[in-house]
């Protein structure tokens, strides 16, 4: 039986420059594939149009090029997926796992509400059974939600080890459309990496809740389980989380006073890729990439160059 080519993606949010955080994430995604020659999909992740532009593709993409992380196809950015993503909405629809939800924002998170210890809403099934006349009585345009079993799924993670959760309990049933038509983040990236091929994706840990939502609509919609590696956050100097709202630490700074031989030496050796902070070309990484060498917790980077920033 013939093995599987390794798929990975790269799947920036075009909607400014990418930060350190973005980098280290695509940088160890680009490693982990191409270590085992396998192949590397870019798609931008543009559901929100008002906050994301052409200019911005522009940029990531010349971004990535310099960083040397260049990418094998690219697939329909999401914004242009919407009758790719409809076919799949119906499917649920036919399955008879689809139900109108008319929750506004304050709804969802009044204090009244069921949350998580991190302040995370667990939908409490508000709409579920709403009767038609319930329905039409509402007189807005409803989110659609998918109903979640009362169900464990295990997620393996190479970074983050195995992690149980109960999508009935640890979210509740899931927005899949809002309600001004369009699709959420969940639906559109499990859709577009089943359809892409992807066998492994490497994103950050504050991501690592979407695991098992995905999980759960791939196997609704018939898509193997990829391999995940949730890798630690890089923080800035005060102990945040990089923001690209903040700008903390972009590219467009960070080019100013590096070379890209530098920057990935410097992350490589944060990380625990590398044995002492020196220069080094991406290919270069890649022939001495290992998981086991990664570091697992959330890490500030110490380069001199970031002070004159």
Not at 81 to 87: I, S
Not at 180 to 192: C, F, M, N, S
Not at 277 to 283: A, L, N, Q, T, Y
């Amino acid at each position: 039986m013939d093995s599987v080519t390794p798929v990975g993606r790269f799947a920036p949010t075009p909607s400014g420059r990418m930060h350190l955080g973005n980098v280290f994430a695509a940088l160890i995604a680009w490693l982990s594939v191409k270590s085992q020659g396998g192949e590397m999909v870019l798609r931008m992740e543009d559901l929100d149009t008002q906050r994301t532009s052409e200019e911005y593709v522009r940029v990531l993409r010349e971004d990535l090029t310099w960083l040397g992380l260049t990418w094998d196809r690219e697939t329909p950015p999401q914004s242009r997926q919407t009758r790719v993503y409809d076919a799949y909405f119906e499917q649920l629809r036919d399955k008879g796992l689809l139900y109108p939800c008319y929750c506004t924002r304050s709804q969802l998170h009044s204090v009244n509400a069921p949350h998580l210890s991190d302040g995370t809403y667990v939908y409490p099934g508000t709409c579920r059974n709403l009767s038609q006349s319930e329905r039409a009585a509402m007189g807005r345009n409803p989110a659609w939600r998918v109903r979640v079993p009362d169900r464990v799924w295990e997620v393996e993670d190479r970074i983050q080890g195995i992690s149980r959760w109960n999508l009935a309990t640890d979210c509740g049933d899931m927005v899949v459309r809002r309600a001004d038509g369009v699709y959420v983040y969940q639906l559109a990236v499990t859709v577009d990496d089943g359809l892409a091929g992807v066998t492994e994706v490497v994103r950050g840990s504050d991501l690592l809740s979407s695991a098992p939502r995905q999980m759960y609509l791939q196997e609704l919609f018939g898509f193997p389980h990829p391999e995940y590696a949730h890798v630690p956050m890089l923080l800035a100097p005060d102990g945040r989380r990089l923001s690209k709202r903040d700008r903390d630490l972009d590219l467009g700074q960070l080019r100013k006073v590096l070379h890209p031989q530098e920057l990935i030496g410097a992350l490589a050796f944060s990380a625990g890729l590398l044995d002492r902070p020196e220069p080094i070309g991406v290919w270069e990484l890649a022939a001495l990439f290992s998981w086991q060498k990664l570091q697992k917790e959330d890490f500030c980077l110490e380069l001199p160059q970031l002070m004159e920033l």
